[in-house]
């Protein structure tokens, strides 16, 4: 009919209008623009880290208004979210890094970037010293520098770093989820544990240990971990080591009551019902007090203590800060009196301090440690700094006050939830997600989608989010990969 012709003219069109904007980006992609060089009438404004928070600024910064130079230990930002898959191989690391230095070639004046640590700073003469670990797999191999770089405003998005609570022999044992190498070690140990125990002259008690999967601490990384091993066993450990994968138990210990202590209640006992159907253990009340080479000592509900034997123990109780933070918050003694990061007030400004703004995990600016807040703190600041700078360039005051300019002319930063997700296990998704002043809680297989959507929606770059889909088209036809690296 004439109508169906003309509905497939539309879709035909609104087609080819896709993949010319799809060429048009890949293309632009790969050819950036010529920037413009350093201006030396320009200030310079130093961002650490390359994380969630650092990295929203810099894509959202104008640098027509400023020198900009970054500073990490690593040249890529990492779409944590997707972390958790890459343990396992549902996701391969590469796709959920992002090298800044593609970032940086698409701003219109270029950007400096030093793969280095911070590890020192002198406020009063705008000084901070950089180390470059020369491995970064190694600590002990030794490091460049330090060097010292000047800034005029500095940003700090360093993140935080793992907390074991100073519990004896977590550093030495156990393994951390917090960077693309944590997921490369822990995929690598757990084929390593799998391949000893097929060894035919070792005892049942040592096939046991080794086949014991142990996640400490309940948070959504334990769980969302604890899910994707469960999946990797469930999909591809019971194909191709049928004998030994019935064998292996997977144990979850919380300290608290229950897992998940931010989620709604409803959605606390939809994944503890959930991990019960896909037999992992949860141990609640249960606080691990040492780790050991091949066990782990618990204290029990009741007081008492065991001693568990573990093939590989994945380590998962949060964060504390950097220790750059430590020495930050140290120039400024009297005012920064809070260990666990930067007090900052509600325009992200370093308590005591001038020139110098936190987001993020390091900063304590009365939010939680989460991704979406260090962005949405990110594109805040950047749009503060480029509205206030361009102000200055047009009225030709060059040391304007950027700290006393950006109170004077917006609003406090305010953090909109967008409301929380987690993945746990056998392809079910929980949310928690706010809407018109209430909150709705889902969770099953459709939140499982709207997950994958929403995360598939929020990847840095068309490049992530490619490698992502064929990441997950490839686990489908072909299952994870198992060979160990
Ligand atoms: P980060 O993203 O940690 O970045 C810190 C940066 O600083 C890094 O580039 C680091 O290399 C660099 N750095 C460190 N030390 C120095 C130094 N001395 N000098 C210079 N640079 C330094 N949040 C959510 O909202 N949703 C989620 O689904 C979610 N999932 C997560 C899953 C996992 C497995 C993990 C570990 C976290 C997850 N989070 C999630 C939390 C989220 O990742 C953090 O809140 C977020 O990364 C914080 O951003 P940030 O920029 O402050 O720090
Ligand atoms: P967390 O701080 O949220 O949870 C850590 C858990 O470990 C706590 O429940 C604590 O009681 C427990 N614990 C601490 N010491 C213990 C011990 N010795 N023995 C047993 N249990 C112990 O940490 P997590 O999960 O690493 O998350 C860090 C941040 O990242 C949080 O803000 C979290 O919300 C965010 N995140 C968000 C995700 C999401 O929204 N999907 C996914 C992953 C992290």
Redesign the pocket.
């Known amino acids: 009919t004439p109508r169906m012709r003309k509905v497939k003219r539309v879709v035909y069109g609104a087609a080819l209008l896709g993949a010319t904007y799809t060429g048009w980006l890949m293309y632009r992609n790969r050819n950036p623009a010529e920037q413009q060089a350093f201006d030396p009438s320009k200030k310079t404004l130093v961002l650490?880290?390359?994380?969630?928070?650092?990295t929203t600024v810099l894509k959202n910064l104008d640098t027509e208004h400023f020198n900009v130079v970054v500073?990490?230990?690593?040249n890529y930002f990492?779409f944590?979210?997707l972390?958790?898959s890459c343990t396992v191989g549902t996701i391969e690391n590469r796709s959920i890094m992002e090298p800044v230095r593609l970032l940086m070639r698409h701003k219109s004046r270029e950007v400096k970037f030093y793969e280095a640590?911070?590890?020192d700073i002198d406020a009063d003469r705008k000084e901070l010293t950089l180390v470059r670990r020369t491995s970064t797999e190694d600590a002990a191999k030794g490091s460049d520098g330090p060097v010292k770089i000047s800034y005029d405003y500095l940003v700090v998005?360093?993140?935080?770093t793992v907390n074991t609570f100073g519990t004896p022999g977590v550093e030495e044992h156990a393994c951390f989820?917090?960077e693309i190498g944590d997921a490369r070690k822990i995929r690598r140990q757990l084929m390593d544990s799998i391949e000893s125990a097929a060894f035919d002259n070792i005892s049942d008690a040592e096939r046991e240990r080794l086949l014991h999967m142990v996640v400490v601490g309940g948070g959504?990384?334990g769980i969302?971990y604890a899910g994707e091993l469960h999946d990797f066993l469930q999909d591809d450990l019971s194909q191709w080591y049928p004998e030994l994968a019935k064998k292996i138990r997977i144990t979850l210990v919380e300290a608290l009551p229950n897992v998940l202590p931010a989620f709604d209640k409803k959605l606390i006992d939809y994944t503890q019902s959930t991990f019960d159907e896909n037999r992992i253990t949860i141990l609640t009340r249960t606080m691990v007090k040492e780790v050991k080479e091949k066990s782990f000592i618990v204290q029990n509900p009741d007081g008492s203590r065991s001693d568990i034997p573990y093939g590989l123990l994945v380590w998962a109780t949060g964060i504390k800060a950097?220790p750059?933070v430590n020495r930050i918050r140290a120039q400024f003694g009297e005012v920064q009196t809070n260990g666990r990061g930067l007090l900052v007030d509600e325009y992200l400004r370093v308590k005591g301090a001038r020139d110098i703004w936190a987001?993020?995990?390091?900063a304590l600016s009365g939010y939680a440690?989460?991704?979406?807040v260090?962005s949405q703190q990110g594109k805040w600041l950047a749009r503060r700094l480029n509205s206030v700078a361009a102000q200055a360039a047009r009225e030709n005051k060059n040391d304007a006050d950027m700290f006393a300019l950006i109170e004077e002319k917006s609003r406090p930063f305010k953090y909109s939830s967008q409301g929380s997700?987690a993945y746990i296990g056998s392809e079910k998704a929980i949310a928690d997600l706010p809407f018109f002043n209430r909150n709705i809680t889902a969770g099953g297989v459709a939140t499982f989608w709207f997950w994958k959507s929403a995360y598939l929606n929020e990847l840095f770059s068309l490049r992530n989010s490619t490698l992502v889909v064929s990441d997950w088209v490839k686990r489908f036809f072909f299952g994870r990969d198992i060979s160990r690296e």
């Not at 650490?48 to 650092?54: D, K």
């Not at 998005?157 to 935080?160: A, D, E």
């Not at 987001?359 to 390091?362: A, E, Q």
């Not at 440690?369 to 979406?372: E, F, I, N, T, Y």
């Open positions: 650490l880290g390359t994380g969630w928070g650092s500073v990490s230990p690593r990492l944590t979210p972390l958790p640590e911070c590890t998005g360093v993140g935080g989820l917090k959504p990384t969302e950097q750059v987001l993020g995990d390091c440690p989460l991704a979406q260090a997700l």
